[in-house]
């Protein structure tokens, strides 16, 4: 059974990058067809899709959050970043990682998720 998990800082500092990790076992994150995407979801808000990497390493961004998302891959550990500059309160959510066949279609799979908080 193919799992996800995700690891992150828990707490950041206001203006810090938010660095994530999407770790995945029992299949691989190049297995051809599967994209893999980083949501979250701001308390008492609903889901936010920000960015997905596929199984080809083609990316791709939610316009609202290009200009400071970075999805990035590395095969030999299997695992998916996700990294977030200028972090803002704003950016205080459950942040998951998903996958989905293809990148237009719903997520089969989700990690469990792992909450963030921007705070001083």
């Known amino acids: 059974q193919v799992q996800l998990q995700e690891s992150g800082p828990g707490l950041v500092k206001p203006s810090q990058t938010l660095s994530l990790t999407c770790t995945v076992s029992g299949g691989s994150i190049t297995t051809s067809n599967y994209a893999w995407s980083w949501i979250r979801q701001p308390p008492g808000k609903g889901l936010e899709w920000m960015a997905v990497i596929s199984y080809d390493g083609s990316t791709y961004y939610s316009p609202s959050l290009k200009s400071r998302t970075s999805i990035f891959r590395d095969t030999s550990k299997n695992q998916i970043s996700l990294q977030l500059s200028s972090v803002t309160p704003e950016d205080t959510a459950v942040y998951s990682c998903?996958?989905?066949?293809?990148?237009?279609?719903?997520?089969?799979?989700w990690g469990q998720g792992t909450q963030v908080t921007v705070s001083s």
């Open positions: 998903a996958r989905s066949l293809g990148t237009l279609r719903p997520y089969e799979v």
